[in-house]
């Protein structure tokens, strides 16, 4: 069994974080779903691309928007939204990636601070 000092850094960050389990979670989620937003423009122009060709036969004209201009209004109003939510959550991740970082440092000068207190006067 490895001891505490030798086990992998990642690891050592990871548990003297798990009390911050929750803005962890959400700052990963966050960045998912921002990953996931950013690939959703080439998939609108996709769609956009399948309106002008097939028109009234477009796969948006399937949930029953039938006129051309009335699936690029909805597809114009989709994309707004997509971009939004990129952009808000492209924010919440950089802010709880920020946050998370400080108060690693945080917890790791108190430690480290802890520790050299509990040193001999020979060390120094």
Known sequence: ???????????????????????????????????????????????????????????????GIKEVPAQLIFLAFASGIVWSGESSFEYLYSILWRNLAQLSQHKLRI????????LDMDFF
């Not at 690891?11 to 990963?28: K, P, S, T, V």
């Open 111 to 118: 430690k480290a601070y802890e520790h050299i207190q509990e």
């Open 1 to 63: 069994m490895r001891s505490k000092n030798n086990q992998n850094p990642i690891i050592r960050l990871y548990l003297n974080l798990i009390e911050e389990r929750r803005l962890l979670f959400f700052a990963f989620l966050s960045s998912i779903i921002n990953k996931i937003l950013d690939l959703a423009p080439p998939v609108i122009i996709g769609l956009a691309v399948d309106i002008v060709v097939k028109e009234q036969n477009s796969w948006i004209a399937g949930f």
